[in-house]
């Protein structure tokens, strides 16, 4: 089991950038077993895929409109994962949220394969 927490949404310009954190925490297991998604809800719309990196950052995938401007990371002994995003517009406004799954190697971008979530944080970029 994992516990996770979002962090460093806000409010930025077109053009701006912003880094979110997801900070887990494993009972019985460390964090870094755990493959960790990106995903958002944009206003009125469902949930959708991000980004993900597998366990011991063996494969990252992005979803194709973030490619070249967002990149996934980890970061073992801090048990976080991180999601840069660069060059933001406003279509990337949107709830985020961490979700993690213990399929070590798989590319899994269904929400559905993750059964542990944070809770969410905000990101609105102004045009």
């Not at 990106?38 to 366990?55: C, Q």
């Not at 990337?92 to 961490?98: G, L, N, R």
Request: proline fraction near 4%; charged fraction near 20%; hydrophobic fraction near 30%.
């Amino acid at each position: 089991q994992v516990q996770l927490v979002e962090s460093g949404g806000g409010s930025v310009q077109t053009g701006g950038s912003l880094t979110l954190s997801c900070a887990g925490t494993a009972s019985g297991t460390t964090f870094s077993e755990f493959s960790v998604g990106w995903f958002r809800r944009p206003p009125g719309k469902d949930r959708e895929f991000v980004s993900l990196v597998t366990v011991n950052s063996g494969t990252t995938h992005y979803r194709d409109s973030v490619k070249g401007r967002f990149t996934i990371s980890r970061d073992a002994d801090k048990n976080a994962v991180y999601l840069q995003m660069n060059n933001l517009k406003p279509e990337d406004t949107a709830v985020y949220y961490c979700a993690a799954n213990k399929n070590r190697f798989r590319v899994d971008v269904m929400p559905q394969m993750y059964p542990y979530w944070g809770q969410g944080t905000q990101v609105t970029v102004s045009s």
